[in-house]
């Protein structure tokens, strides 16, 4: 447990908040009484209330460490793996890589109908960077958060996509991509597209304007969405099973059975969530190589 005088919502509030780096404003009372100065301060947040005051431009700290050190470690391993690849039936960790490159190759084939080659690429960066993300969920939600507050780092959050800064992040990136796309491939006809569809008549501009905006916004909303939401409610439910060992020892075969029953789901769930946002990936950009 985070800490043996915490009561369970207590404990969930500790373990559902980012380590979070920011400005707090002139005058703000920090929970050790203190006030800061005219100037601001830039800090690491301790509580909800300074994460709050921080505002928009506040750092999650942890997310943006794992993801970007997860990311490291997939360049790292499949370069890794690149520069040992042979002629030969392969084994082991080139064995696996061979297959997911494979995988991510033929769902490339299958779904994108357009000629570009970055998209296979990019289907296996997300692919596997949201896989290893996702991965992290499968550690003991105490393990690491108690290490670091054995080094006086009070708040850690492990799985960069239980962030919704994470998963909205990357579908934005996606959004880009398509933009850049439709304006590339179809030119003005992306605006044809956006102004005369699916009533193709000019008194019907303001309706279909309105209803293809909205269905655009909507795919990189949903898509970083349904990536947080799922991953959120995994981790949600590790941390309350996590909190029934703090009720007593009649609890703790019960406990104990429901997080490795949980445990065993949610391995079909990582996966599968990568899949999902690698698929929607390739088919947003596919339609946006699509010139009618």
């Given at each position: 447990?985070?800490g043996?005088?915490q ?5 969930i509030t ?17 929970a ?9 301060a ?5 509580g ?5 005051a921080?505002?928009f431009?506040?750092?999650?700290v942890?997310s ?20 040992k690849?042979e ?8 064995n696996?890589?061979e297959m997911?490159?494979?995988?991510v190759?033929?769902?490339?084939r299958?779904?994108?109908h ?10 296996l ?11 992290m ?14 080094l ?13 800064n ?12 398509m ?21 193709n008549h000019w008194l ?5 304007l309105?209803?293809?905006i909205v269905?655009l916004?909507a795919?990189p909303v949903s898509l970083?969405l349904?990536?947080?939401g799922?991953?959120?409610?995994g981790e949600?439910i590790?941390?309350?099973i996590a909190?029934?060992?703090?009720a ?17 789901f949610?391995i079909l ?5 990568a ?5 929607l990936?390739?088919v947003?950009?596919?339609?946006a190589?699509e010139?009618?």
């Amino acid at each position: 447990m985070a800490g043996s005088t915490q009561t369970v919502a207590e404990y969930i509030t500790h373990h559902l908040t980012n380590l979070t780096f920011g400005k707090l404003p002139n005058g703000f009372e920090r929970a050790d009484g203190s006030f800061v100065g005219a100037d601001g301060a830039w800090v690491f947040a301790n509580g909800g209330d300074e994460i709050s005051a921080m505002g928009f431009y506040a750092i999650h700290v942890d997310s943006m460490m794992w993801s970007i050190a997860l990311g490291i470690i997939f360049c790292w391993v499949f370069r890794g793996v690149a520069k040992k690849a042979e002629t030969g039936v392969p084994s082991g960790l080139v064995n696996a890589c061979e297959m997911t490159v494979e995988f991510v190759d033929n769902t490339v084939r299958d779904t994108f109908h357009g000629h570009n080659k970055l998209i296979a690429p990019l289907g296996l960066t997300v692919f596997v960077w949201v896989l290893l993300m996702n991965l992290m969920d499968l550690v003991p939600v105490d393990l690491i958060p108690s290490l670091f507050m054995l080094l006086g780092v009070e708040y850690q959050k492990i799985v960069p996509t239980t962030d919704p800064n994470i998963t909205l992040g990357m579908a934005l990136g996606v959004f880009i991509l398509m933009l850049y796309y439709s304006i590339k491939v179809k030119g003005f006809g992306f605006v044809k597209e956006l102004t005369m569809t699916p009533f193709n008549h000019w008194l019907f501009i303001p309706v279909n304007l309105f209803m293809e905006i909205v269905g655009l916004l909507a795919k990189p909303v949903s898509l970083g969405l349904r990536l947080f939401g799922n991953l959120y409610a995994g981790e949600m439910i590790f941390i309350l099973i996590a909190a029934l060992y703090g009720a007593g020892v009649m609890w703790m075969l019960p406990a104990g059975l429901l997080q490795v029953g949980w445990a065993i789901f949610h391995i079909l769930i990582i996966p599968l969530q990568a899949f999902i946002f690698m698929v929607l990936t390739i088919v947003y950009l596919s339609m946006a190589h699509e010139d009618h």
